[in-house]
């Protein structure tokens, strides 16, 4: 089975940046999509950025302007760049993948926290 991975999250200043990986490891498989997702206490996961085999990318509204997403295909790594860090950007951040033959699949979460 396909795990992922992630790293990067901390304790930021408002205005700060933090860049986050997720590493996909396992047996044979193709990676279609990979995404961020994040989760505030109390909230639902929403979409952060995404982004295809071919490198077509999706942003939240919230986040356009602040965050870029890209991969590494040869090493199965997906980074979400964050800039200008607003407390409002507090939550577990979650990489999610489509992947072949296995699915979706989500990672354990890292921890992300923007003091004011």
């Known amino acids: 089975q396909v795990q992922l991975v992630e790293s990067g999250g901390g304790l930021v200043q408002a205005g700060g940046s933090l860049r986050l990986s997720c590493v996909a490891s396992?047996?044979?498989?193709?990676?279609?999509?990979m995404g961020w997702y994040r989760q505030a206490p109390g909230k639902q996961r929403e979409l952060v950025a995404s982004i295809t085999s071919g490198g077509t990318t999706t942003y939240a509204d919230s986040v356009k302007g602040r965050f870029t997403i890209s991969r590494d295909n040869a090493k199965n790594t997906v980074y979400l760049q964050m800039n200008s860090l607003k407390p409002e950007d507090t939550a577990v951040y979650y990489c999610?993948?489509?992947?072949?033959?296995?699915?979706?699949?989500w990672g354990q979460g890292t921890q992300v926290t923007v003091s004011s």
């Open positions: 396992g047996t044979s498989f193709s990676i279609i999509r």
């Open positions: 999610n993948a489509d992947i072949r033959p296995y699915g979706s699949i």
